[in-house]
């Protein structure tokens, strides 16, 4: 049903696209897959998130897996985050693992989380 997803391919399976000509000021809740392309002033809280390079985030991110290719200004916390060559990334950063890409622009703190969440929302407490 789903095909097999490389580490930074944004082409995954998203249950839920944001176009890139849409602005939303507020906040998104899902327990599934999110694709943003468009503009937004606030946080998304998602399963997996997708942040397509035509986007820009005023916010933070909270994702078991976050995938950033456009503009994030804010923290982003997830157990798997992958920053593509084409983002650009100020904020703290709360990640299990990470891969960022040749190219990226990241300005922020590191803070690796020793093991990932077992319910599937990411551990963003401060017990390390």
């Known amino acids: 049903m789903f095909k097999n997803r490389q580490s930074g ?3 995954n399976a998203m249950t839920g696209q944001i176009g890139a000509n849409i602005r939303i000021t507020g ?3 899902a327990d599934e897959a999110i694709g943003f392309g468009g503009e937004m002033d606030g946080d998304i ?3 997996e998130v997708t942040v397509t390079d035509t986007a820009s985030i005023n916010g933070q991110i ?12 804010g923290d982003i916390t997830a157990d798997r985050l992958v920053i593509l060559s084409t983002a650009v990334v100020k904020g703290s950063l709360h990640y299990t693992t ?6 990226a622009q990241v300005e922020g703190q590191f803070n690796q989380k020793s093991q ?3 319910s599937g ?7 390390e």
């Not at 909270?62 to 200004?73: C, E, H, L, P, Y």
């Not at 990470?98 to 190219?103: K, L, N, S, V």
Request: aromatic letters at 0%; zero cysteines.
């Open 98 to 103: 990470i891969q960022i890409e040749t190219g």
């Open 45 to 47: 809280s998602a399963d």
């Open 27 to 29: 906040k998104i809740d």
């Open 121 to 127: 929302k990411p551990d963003i407490s401060d017990d």
């Open 9 to 11: 391919d944004i082409s």
């Open 62 to 73: 909270t994702a078991r897996s976050a995938i950033i290719a456009g503009t994030v200004i």
């Open 116 to 118: 990932p969440a077992i």
